[in-house]
Antibody, heavy 123, light 108 residues
């Protein structure tokens, strides 16, 4: 079964850090780009970051550039998101999503999604 | 950044009726990079349509996508009870993916 399982969310104070993880199974992880997409409570979807199959190409939304770092470990079939200098507006459900090609900039659609991990930034 | 505007915001229909959802882009979008998703309460989004008109694996043929340039449409030919949900369009351009604000299809 193709599956993505996120973990690492929680309640964190503004300015602090958090690291999210996504464990993949059921497909050849190192063939595909991977992304993080978030959804604030009651709101729509926002792309956060993407990484190519070999980590050779990476991109970020302007809203998180300079604060978040995406990475992957193909040996562990895992995707990560290091989030620093967190703000209240980063509060959201963070989804891990599989791209449909190896190069993240060729991703036309996100064809597999995890169930998400909730990040709440509040004092 | 390309902005996607979906209409209507809410669509109230009965099971068996046809649903037509619109997604308009602020500038031309490559059809290869236009997708539609369905999201039910408490669930992750599910890919329905990619490349503007290709159904994803396992998606029933009552779902169809069409359009090009700046105007795209998702059509559900006959609504089933499980189709009542929120639908999002999504595009890729200028190194960024953006989503529309969503259309809620509710039971009338």
């Amino acid at each position: 079964e193709v599956q993505l399982v996120e973990s690492g969310g929680g309640l964190v104070q503004p300015g602090r850090s958090l690291r999210l993880s996504c464990a993949a199974s059921g497909f050849t992880f190192d063939d595909y780009a991977m992304h993080w997409v978030r959804q604030a409570p009651g709101k729509g979807l926002e792309w956060v970051s993407g990484i190519s199959w070999n980590s050779g190409s990476i991109g970020y939304a302007d809203s998180v550039k300079g604060r978040f770092t995406i990475s992957r470990d193909n040996a562990k079939n895992s995707l990560y998101l290091q989030m620093n200098s967190l703000r209240a507006e980063d509060t959201a459900l963070y989804y891990c999503a599989k791209g449909d090609y190896g190069d993240y900039q060729s991703t036309g659609a996100f064809d597999i999604w995890g169930q998400g991990t909730m990040v709440t930034v509040s004092s | 950044e390309i902005v996607l505007t979906q209409s209507p915001g809410t669509l109230s229909l009965s099971p068996g009726e046809r649903a037509t959802l619109s997604c308009r882009a602020s500038q031309s979008v490559s059809s290869s990079y236009l997708a539609w998703y369905q999201q039910k309460p408490g669930q992750a989004p599910r890919l329905l349509i990619y490349g503007a008109s290709s159904r994803a694996t396992g998606i029933p043929d009552r779902f169809s996508g069409s359009g090009s340039g700046t105007d795209f449409t998702l059509t559900i030919s006959r609504l089933e009870p499980e189709d009542f949900a929120v639908y999002y369009c999504q595009q890729y351009g200028s190194s960024s993916w953006t989503f529309g604000q969503g259309t809620k299809v509710e039971i009338k």
